[in-house]
């Protein structure tokens, strides 16, 4: 199998990258990146290769615990997640040979680069329950080591903070996941859980586990807090593999354990996923559009997506509890292609805000603006990010969310009534988020690319290096070209699909277009992406030849807003709070208790007016503050357990003691 | 065969009512006869057993626990007392009835137990089990009502006496493990004494309360 060897020899490169690069220093570090672009490309192709080929690699190695080993699996899911990732590490990779050695040495980020890509690879291919978890820590370990790479910044450092101890307890959470997978005879391979699935019961409280270990990676509300604050503060190519990848390993373990392992699904299993994916796509955007740096609006709408993803899967359980497979190969093919399609877009959407960050040096949408003259192709590439991720036809962001619905309205022919109920309800909360994430965009792209500069910085602002710009272009590429053949897409996700749900698009073909995507009925639901570009081609083109046939042809330049101010300053621009101001006075003062105060000095005091906003986060002051209060005040009150006499801590010892004996009397 | 089983459990009965005793005696030689007596109890109890199962590895077991627990332990700590002279140090935490009644407790707890836990097979051997069982908690729960180091090092004897009784009554525990379990004992017989003696050094008492008033502990 020489798949086995080609994929054994990439990840053993990455991690001798990761030992080499601990030890040299300056430029030689260089090297680091183009080794992970080749070893991204290698684990890429043999994905591809496996998923597209069928059957899976298998292989056993003697490390780990002993007797048991080290059990790897590449079947088609894990193969269609490898693309995933590797296709974001890939662009990272690139994106990162750009970086100037000379401004902006690293050695804290090269080292942990290829291992964090090594760690997430090696999740997908764990096949037993060490090797996952042991995978699944490495990963959360490496990646908080390079959230806390700009060590010197006390907000990188409370991010990380934040977020080693929400990986603490998302790990835990899957440690009983698994625990209880295994059962009592403890068999932690993969494939000895599958032929044993949990009763009922264990069932449940595993669903549980799973979700709050897997949501807590994925920035499940209200697991979330820890991620806006780390995934921004990361370098900006690993920020896009936090957000755009790491996410999806955090996906890929939710479905591996609620479809593979779990055995058959009970129909309100689909219930806390699809509750708890509305909610977080909802209030993810409510979050994004009021907040006001660059990169964490992006953090916060993978939030929203991960949502998305996780109601696509809630409804992908429902169906398949009730035996519709097709209507659970639509939810599950939703779920999948907005994984792959999240993945690009928001890779290439934190690489140009990195690309942004590295010209400008702000991150802050009020000091930017105008960027589209200085930065024409970052600006061109962002654009199309953002409008994949405010899933406009015909890109990819479409395709994925086009199958969500479909899914959804196809959800009322679901028996039981509270799904039957959910299902309208929710698809309005989606309606809701694909709104709001429309307007995400466009106040994001509105005040970082157009308009005139805010700040000195984003005056001088010039274009990224020519790597840099290639990481960008290949993604937008993709996104455009995902969103072409979102059919193509669905076809080699098929196996997937078969494997997860017994059943794939079975009516792909029969639409009226070879690349129409059909899902559930032909004569009802078809999407014509290259008709629809087509016709969007066409009505553009029109459109700009009328009007530059009626207008003038010569370029004017005028003084712009010229109305009664002689010398506007920017500041009179629509500023990314004010555009954001509508929607806080609708949602935030609900959700988020937003209180706005103008203070006006009375007349003839030369002072400025203030204006100023107050927002409450009632999740992290309920979920957060509150636990982590009630944490220290009782350790204060144990700490006294450490000054006792030895009588004391004897009387200790004797208490438990006679307590557990006594507990064995009585249960046994 | 019953008789057997009569006599091994009359003598693990009266270890239990050494034990007994050494949680109501007043005076710290009285608390070392008693201790004398409960080892001498038990060596003569892992004789019968090794006469009766014929085991004559469990002799060895029988002498090293009557020459060491019930003859040089004891003479070695009665020498210490009188050396201190602590005859009449009586410093108890809790009362003797409440003690008692604890260790009347605890010996319920323990035939409960092992009622539930011991079936089968084994089941002849039960009660000495249980016995032994009473006879541990009980040395812990002397080592917690007491507040003097000598009753202390008594109470963690008396515990390990309750250790070997068990042992004894498993059938199977190899010598080389009593016999290193013996020499543990032994070992930490010296570090306590070693420890009485520091203490009285520093603090003219062996009250173990004047290590917490050193520590700037309040009580």
Request: proline share 5%.
């Amino acid at each position: 199998m020489p798949e086995l060897y080609v994929s054994g020899a990439a990840l053993g490169a990455l991690a001798v990258a990761a030992a080499v690069a601990t030890l040299v220093r300056g430029p030689a570090l260089a090297f680091v990146y183009p080794l992970s672009a080749l070893a991204a490309l290698a684990l890429g192709a043999v994905d591809l290769h496996v998923l597209l080929g069928g059957g899976e690699l298998v292989a056993w190695l003697p490390i780990g615990l002993p007797a048991i080993g080290l059990h790897l699996r590449l079947d088609a899911l894990s193969a269609f997640f490898g693309i995933v990732i590797n296709g974001g590490v890939l662009a990272a990779s690139i994106y990162g040979m750009g970086f100037d050695r000379a401004k902006e040495l690293t050695p804290r980020v090269e080292p942990l680069f290829p291992l964090f890509a090594a760690a997430m690879n090696l999740v997908l291919i764990a096949d037993d329950a060490y090797a996952f978890l042991f995978s699944w820590e490495l990963m959360s370990l490496t990646s908080w080591a390079l959230v806390v790479a700009r060590h010197t910044d006390p907000e990188s450092r409370r991010a990380s903070y934040l977020y080693l101890i929400m990986a603490a307890i998302g790990t835990s959470a899957l440690l009983f996941a698994f625990g209880g997978l295994a059962g009592p005879a403890g068999g932690y391979g993969f494939d000895t859980i599958r032929a044993h699935p949990p009763q009922p019961l264990v069932a449940a409280l595993v669903l549980a586990a799973a979700l709050v270990g897997c949501g807590s990676k994925g920035g499940l509300i209200p697991l979330h807090a820890w991620l806006p604050l780390a995934h921004p503060a990361a370098p900006s190519h690993v920020s896009a593999l936090m957000s755009g990848v790491m996410t999806k390993v955090a996906v890929y373990g939710f479905v591996r354990i609620a479809f593979d392992l779990l055995g058959p699904p009970s129909w309100w299993w689909a219930l806390p996923p699809i509750v708890l994916g509305a909610v977080t796509a909802v209030l993810g955007l409510l979050y994004a559009v009021l907040d006001r740096d660059l990169k964490r609006v992006l953090a916060y709408s993978t939030i929203e997506n991960i949502g998305v993803i996780f109601v696509a899967l809630g409804l992908a359980l429902a169906f398949r509890a009730n035996g519709q497979h097709e209507g659970a190969a639509v939810a599950m093919a939703a779920a999948l292609l907005h994984v792959l399609n999240h993945s690009w877009f928001k890779s290439l959407l934190f690489l140009g805000a990195g690309a942004v960050l590295h010209a400008t040096g702000r991150r802050d949408l009020d000091g930017l603006g105008g960027l589209i003259h200085r930065m024409p192709r970052t600006a061109v590439f962002f654009l199309v990010g953002a409008l994949a991720a405010s899933a406009l036809p015909p890109l990819n962001g479409f395709v994925s969310e086009w199958l969500l619905f479909q899914a959804v309205i196809a959800g009322h022919t679901l028996p039981q009534a509270a799904l039957h109920f959910a299902a309208p309800a929710i698809g309005a909360m989606l309606a809701l988020a694909a709104a709001l994430a429309a307007a995400c965009f466009v106040r994001v792209y509105g005040t970082a690319f157009l308009g005139r500069p805010r700040s000195v910085e984003a005056a001088r602002a010039h274009d990224v290096p020519l790597a840099q710009q290639i990481a960008m272009g290949g993604l937008a590429f993709l996104c455009i070209l995902g969103g072409l053949l979102g059919s193509v897409l669905a076809a080699v996700i098929a196996p997937v699909l078969r494997v997860l749900v017994g059943a794939d698009l079975s009516s792909a073909g029969s639409g009226p277009t070879p690349l129409s995507l059909v899902a559930l009925d032909p004569a009802r639901s078809v999407y014509d992406a290259p008709v629809i570009a087509l016709f969007v081609a066409i009505a553009s083109i029109t459109t700009l030849l009328v009007i530059h046939r009626l207008s003038a042809r010569r370029t004017r330049r005028g003084p712009a807003w010229d109305c009664g101010f002689p010398d506007p300053s920017p500041a009179t621009q629509y500023t990314a709070s004010s555009f954001a101001q509508p929607l806080r006075r609708v949602y935030g003062a609900v959700v988020f208790a937003a209180r706005e105060t103008v203070v006006m000095p009375p007349p003839g005091d030369n002072r400025p007016a203030q204006f100023s906003v107050v927002l409450t986060d009632y999740v992290w002051r309920a979920l957060y503050a509150a636990p982590g209060r009630a944490v220290l005040r009782l350790s204060e009150r144990l700490n006294a357990l450490q000054f006792l006499s030895i009588r004391r801590y004897l009387v200790l010892m004797f208490g438990a003691l006679v307590i557990l004996l006594s507990i064995a009397a009585v249960m046994i | 065969m019953s008789q057997v089983y009569d006599i091994s459990h009359l003598l693990a009965g009266v270890m239990l009512v050494t034990s007994f005793a050494l949680l109501y005696q007043q005076r710290i030689a009285a608390v070392l006869n008693a201790f004398a007596a409960q080892s001498i109890t038990l060596a003569l109890a892992v004789a019968w057993a090794a006469w009766s199962e014929n085991r004559p590895d469990l002799f060895i077991t029988a002498l090293i626990a009557f020459s060491l627990k019930g003859v040089v332990i004891p003479v070695a700590l009665h020498r210490t007392v009188a050396r201190l002279g602590i005859h009449r140090e009586v410093e108890k935490v809790v009362g003797v009835g409440a003690a008692l009644m604890v260790g009347l407790a605890l010996t319920a707890l323990a035939q409960a137990l092992v009622v539930k836990i011991a079936q089968g097979p084994a089941s002849q051997a039960r009660e000495e089990l249980a016995l032994a069982l009473a006879i541990i908690l009980m040395g812990f729960l002397m080592m917690i009502v007491r507040r003097n180091a000598v009753t202390q090092i008594v109470g963690f004897m008396s515990m390990e006496n309750g250790l070997i009784l068990a042992a004894t009554g498993a059938r199977g525990m190899p010598l080389v493990v009593e016999i290193s379990v013996a020499f543990s004992v032994l070992i930490a017989l010296f570090v306590f004494a070693v420890f009485v003696f520091r203490i009285r050094e520093r603090f003219d008492t062996i009250d173990i309360e004047a290590l917490d008033r050193m520590r700037g502990d309040r009580r």
